[in-house]
């Protein structure tokens, strides 16, 4: 019973990673959430994992916060929101030909930096 926990967990962890990889892409898609839900299977499942997880050069420092402290530092967090900003004006830019989707895309980020904004200051 033990393993198949360890196992679903191994595999939560590497799905939430994965769609948080694509949210770096897609700005619809959270990346950080996701690649906290991941942090936390590997936790949970695998010390190889989590350190590997914490340890990556573009996330990890940003993780690390989080795994220790539970706050994100204001210099990173700020880029969190500009890069959050930037991407979202990229989508809402190029749907100028549908305007519902514009809306939608600035009520969700909107949400999205109400919610950025909340997290824990080091």
């Not at 220790?68 to 100028?96: G, N, Q, W």
Request: aromatic share 16%.
């Amino acid at each position: 019973m033990q393993n198949i926990k360890r196992y679903l967990l191994l595999i939560a962890g590497f799905i939430s990673l994965f769609v948080g990889l694509i949210g770096i892409i897609i700005p619809l898609l959270p990346t950080t959430p996701f690649l906290i839900l991941a942090l936390a299977c590997f936790s949970r499942s695998s010390y190889y994992f989590q350190q590997w997880l914490l340890n990556l050069a573009y996330v990890g420092p940003i993780l690390q916060d989080w795994h220790t402290h539970r706050c994100i530092e204001k210099p990173k967090k700020d880029k969190i929101m500009l890069l959050t900003v930037f991407t979202f004006a990229l989508s809402i830019y190029f749907l100028s030909a549908v305007p519902v989707y514009q809306y939608l895309l600035l009520t969700i980020l909107f949400v999205l930096l109400f919610f950025i904004h909340r997290i824990a200051e080091k």
